[in-house]
């Protein structure tokens, strides 16, 4: 064909639309297209520290990843959506990050109810979803035939186990008493708790549930007191457990708390007041002064993307950071093994994992077709606020 018959009649205006277009197909063939991960997480309330930290993770990893020429030959991009702690808006986040935003891997946040109404759909849709913060036994363990969910974080059950023999070795438990959200995350934990204490032979005081609304939660805690608690074992995100120490300070009840690690996820020590420090709960990563030399770099290259990083106070969740830092290291990986971002062929790559020297600890063959948690009891540490600040505490 001719230029004649492939241009028309010549004219200056013609020319330049056509070189215009030439220009447009040329640079359109050198861009390349990212891989899309997605973060349903909570970005506002009283959680959304949470959702701050899981995005400072995801995207110092991804800065890393894409700094060594990304993932396929392929920038990675986060894209995020905010499930305000609300199970319904973290479902329907999920389908538009899917199905619109075509992403090839999903992030979940805090909440162990938005992470379970995600579940199904992540299953149905074969697109892998991540766990990173919420702990729910349930999640990974979904009585899939199918499973498409993974996590870094912890692990209800196991964290049942770790808290009751922290208590009985620290502070003298002998009769807890259990006070939990009532949500499913309570309720997964409570038979984890009995589990745990039937196993030592002890009892507990009763079972008490705290709502995210309660503003003062002293009738609770009176009959457990009545009912001879030596010590409290908390479930509950930030608003709640802060409620309980308020409500501990208001009775002059000088008891042990030794929780879950819900009071990391946001404004405690502000909201909980003078005696936050009372609460130990656990994590799986604390920042300190003396970190190794992968936690140095990460702790440096935080205050270098986010200026408002001063000092170890200013980052807090670390856990949340942590988590989502290794996690997405790890989803990069399965990428990678994949050679592809088609949901099942991402999902077998995650099997296909050796090592990764994370941020939490190496990693060795952390994904199987019947092990879905790359986390386990011994990568537990336990701390509280000091201040502003999470410090960590002797094991």
């Given amino acids: 064909m001719s230029t004649r018959s492939l241009l028309g009649v010549f004219s200056p205006r013609k020319s330049l639309l056509v070189l215009g277009f030439g220009l447009a197909m040329a640079g359109n063939a050198l861009a390349v297209e990212p891989i899309k991960v997605g973060l349903v997480a909570a970005l506002s309330g009283q959680s959304a520290k949470s959702g701050e930290a899981l995005t400072r993770g995801l995207s110092l990893a991804i800065d890393e990843v894409n700094a060594q020429g990304g993932v396929l030959g392929r920038p990675l991009e986060l894209v995020r959506r905010d499930d305000e702690s609300n199970p319904s808006k973290g479902m329907l986040a999920a389908r538009e990050l899917v199905q619109r935003e075509k992403v090839t891997v999903l992030f979940g946040g805090l909440d162990t109810p938005v ?39 912890a692990v209800d059950e196991q964290v049942d186990e770790a808290l009751v023999d922290y208590g009985v070795r620290t502070q003298n438990m002998h009769k807890p008493g259990l006070i939990l959200i009532n949500n499913p995350w309570g309720e997964s934990n409570e038979g984890g708790f009995k589990r745990a204490l039937e196993k030592r032979g002890l009892a507990n005081a009763g079972v008490e549930r705290i709502q995210d609304s309660d503003l003062d939660v002293v009738p609770q805690l009176t009959r457990l007191k009545e009912a001879g608690a030596d010590s409290l074992l908390l479930v509950g995100n930030v ?11 208001r ?15 946001g404004r405690f020590g502000e909201l909980a007041g003078p005696n936050a420090g009372r609460v130990h709960f656990i994590q799986t990563y604390v920042f ?13 290259a935080l205050k270098a993307k986010y200026p408002e990083i001063k ?9 949340g950071i942590a988590n989502a830092y290794d996690a997405l290291h790890l989803a990069a990986l399965a990428i990678a093994k994949a050679g592809s971002t088609d949901g099942p062929a991402v999902r077998d790559g995650f099997y296909g994992i050796g090592s990764y020297a994370g941020l939490i600890k190496t990693y060795q063959q952390p ?29």
Wanted: proline share 9%; net charge negative.
């Fill in 311 to 319: 000092s170890l106070a200013d980052v807090t969740p670390a856990v």
């Fill in 115 to 153: 992470s379970l109404a995600i579940v199904p759909l992540a299953n149905q849709l074969k697109v892998p979803f991540m766990g990173i913060w919420a702990a729910g036994t349930k999640i990974t363990e979904n009585g899939a035939a199918d499973n498409y969910v993974f996590r870094v974080s």
């Fill in 288 to 300: 300190t002064e003396h970190n190794s030399p992968r936690g140095d770099a990460v702790y440096s």
């Fill in 367 to 395: 994904f199987s077709t019947t092990q879905h948690d790359a986390l386990g009891p011994k990568d537990y540490v336990f701390a509280h606020f000091v201040g502003a600040q999470i410090v960590p505490l002797a094991p």
């Fill in 239 to 249: 608003g709640p457990s802060a409620q309980v120490v308020k409500s501990l300070d």
């Fill in 251 to 265: 009775m002059g009840w000088n008891v042990p708390v030794v929780s879950h690690w819900g009071p990391a996820g």
